[in-house]
């Protein structure tokens, strides 16, 4: 790479097909940098066809890939909790390769297969991250009397249902809706948060306080949905796409 270009985009297509469809853009985007790949799906690209590109992909150029780390953007093509989860394993059983990252939002940031001696999931840009400990990911729904906790960030992809409690000392990451009990701050951190799709807990926890939303007549959350501890009291926010 040219010194002092950070990124590029790889055209990783067939020199016959682009000539007989030189109109037809690639459902997904693959940006090599100094760190490795970045995957940015087009924003109305159908989920079938980001699948079949990248299995195509893999299938024609594996060895390329293979041991790469590569980051997920999502910031213009958000994708369901079991749509990224189905893409993970595409990108680790054929492609080899390291999900390292997934971009949900300018500010939002989810870890995944980086190193341990990597800096762990830090959902927020402020206070530093802890340094310590690896965020707790729970790679199904949480369903009634299931209790988690983590001496870190907990993310779980998937569902929090009534019944069910996720504790953690730094913040608690829902990729789905939140309906059973989450803790975030167990420790005492004031400024930990709760994410989710939505939030319509029976009980929320930031550190020392507790909350427990209004239910019925809300509306459906726009993108994500925040918790956090605003004037001594836990407020919660909608990001809006």
């Not at 195509?56 to 150029?61: L, M, T």
């Not at 707790?136 to 009634?144: A, D, G, K, P, Q």
């Not at 005492?188 to 306080?209: K, M, V, Y």
Request: hydrophobic share 40%.
């Amino acid at each position: 790479m040219a010194p002092g270009r950070e990124e590029r985009t790889m055209d990783m297509h067939d020199d016959k097909t682009e000539a007989s469809n030189p109109g037809d853009a690639p459902p997904l985007q693959i940006k090599a940098n100094r760190q490795g790949f970045t995957l940015v799906p087009a924003p109305a690209a159908p989920f079938d066809a980001l699948v079949g590109y990248l299995e195509k992909r893999f299938s024609e150029s594996r060895d390329f890939f293979r041991r790469a780390e590569m980051t997920l953007d999502l910031r213009e093509r958000p994708l369901r909790t079991d749509e990224i989860a189905l893409l993970h394993r595409l990108l680790v059983d054929r492609g080899q390769v390291r999900l390292v990252e997934v971009k949900l939002g300018e500010d939002l940031v989810l870890v995944m297969d980086r190193p341990s001696e990597r800096q762990p999931f830090v959902p927020r840009v402020s206070p530093p991250p802890r340094p310590d400990h690896a965020a707790l990911i729970i790679h199904n729904t949480c369903r009634s009397g299931m209790r988690v906790v983590s001496d870190a960030d907990c993310v779980v992809l998937g569902d929090v249902n009534p019944g069910a409690e996720v504790i953690a000392v730094g913040n608690v990451i829902v990729f789905g809706n939140l309906r059973g009990v989450a803790h975030a701050g167990a420790g005492g951190d004031r400024s930990a948060r709760i994410w989710a799709l939505s939030i319509e807990p029976s009980q929320l926890r930031i550190a020392d306080l507790v909350a427990v939303p209004p239910r019925g007549g809300k509306p459906a959350a726009k993108r994500y949905e925040i918790a956090e501890i605003q004037d001594n009291l836990i407020e919660v926010i909608t990001l809006k796409r």
